[in-house]
């Protein structure tokens, strides 16, 4: 009874093609999730936003041809110029002096902290640490050519990326196309689309934002506050672009570049390690009523709301869910919004 009710109000709220959309939509969120196209669709949204950015700068007095002739070509430097900056970071990261150097710091920083802790704390860390040392320098030294070399899954992943961002440029060449003769399955497919890209927009760019911020003061902390007192901490810049790319993750991300930073710290001086330890918790609280401002004003939700849809979505769907879990909530909660629940 309460059911058919339920269904009943439904029906009354919206028509059946805005339903069969919804459906559509959250069935297609599904299969990104499942079959790992989460990259293929974040590159496309990129695309699609930055490329609707930039279009608002095309004089509007232009015959439609001409329009999109010049949609056409922002959207193609919009792919060049992010494909070119994740080949430049890849071929940093996959260098013997990027993530694999930084990694075989953190290992021996654990082993030398290992002999001096008491051993209730010692008892907890890994008992496999020389041997993942092992394995780490074995890495960098003597297969560093393995790292940088792209492999089949790899260039699959690479070749859903350029379709996604091939995709998204030209949905947004069509984006200014009358639509005014659509039928209205069509009008509401778009407007799922006009709202996840509008809430991308908004938790990426907003997320963008707290993460520079962040890394400013961490750069701040790294290369001119411990270098005034002659404490020059190892990889400290390969630390600060770490603390930029993990920061677009809200809440865990922080987490992830400060325990790095707190680790090598401690392996300096103990003095040191409780420095870093206090100085990037004020970073955090700092980061977290930031999150709250930003994030949350732009999506209408708290930080603990976008942590909880992160910890749903990371069981579910592990790593993929966990980055999707914002853009995703704050496509959902726009929806809910947009009929009046809540």
């Not at 792919?79 to 990027?98: D, E, K, P, Q, R």
């Not at 860390?125 to 560093?144: A, D, S, W």
Request: aromatic letters at 8%; one cysteine or more.
């Amino acid at each position: 009874m309460l059911i058919g009710h339920f269904q009943a109000g439904l029906r009354k709220m919206m028509s059946k093609e805005k339903i069969t959309s919804y459906v559509l939509a959250v069935t297609a969120i599904f299969i990104v999730l499942r079959f790992h196209l989460l990259p293929a669709v974040l590159a496309g949204l990129a695309v699609y936003v930055l490329t609707l950015k930039v279009a608002t700068h095309i004089p509007k007095n232009m015959n439609r041809v001409a329009h999109k002739l010049a949609l056409g070509v922002v959207a193609i430097c919009v792919i060049t110029v992010l494909i070119s900056a994740c080949m430049a970071i890849w071929s940093f990261v996959g260098s013997s002096h990027g993530i694999p150097a930084l990694l075989a710091t953190v290992v021996d920083t654990l082993g030398s902290l290992r002999g001096t802790l008491p051993a209730s704390v010692a008892d907890v860390m890994p008992t496999t640490i020389e041997g993942l040392r092992q394995q780490l320098l074995e890495m960098v030294g003597t297969h560093v050519k393995k790292i940088s070399v792209v492999g089949m899954e790899g260039l699959k992943v690479f070749a859903h990326i350029l379709l996604g961002m091939v995709v998204g440029g030209m949905t947004a060449v069509h984006h200014f196309d009358d639509h005014e003769k659509s039928t209205p399955f069509l009008g509401a497919l778009r407007a799922r689309l006009r709202n996840l890209a509008t809430s991308f927009d908004k938790v990426v760019f907003a997320q963008v934002k707290i993460s520079g911020l962040n890394t400013l003061l961490t750069g701040i902390y790294l290369l001119v506050v411990l270098p005034f007192f002659d404490v020059h901490l190892p990889m400290a810049t390969l630390l600060v672009l770490l603390t930029f790319a993990v920061g677009m993750l809200p809440v865990v991300g922080n987490l992830i570049s400060n325990t790095v930073i707190v680790v090598i710290s401690l392996g300096i001086s103990f003095g040191v390690g409780a420095a870093s330890l206090l100085f990037l918790v004020l970073i955090h609280k700092a980061e977290y009523f930031m999150n709250a401002r930003i994030v949350g004003h732009e999506v209408q939700a708290t930080a603990w709301e976008l942590l909880a849809a992160m910890l749903v979505f990371e069981a579910a769907f592990g790593i993929g869910g966990l980055v999707a879990a914002p853009v995703v909530y704050a496509w959902l909660k726009a929806e809910v919004k947009a009929q009046g629940v809540i």
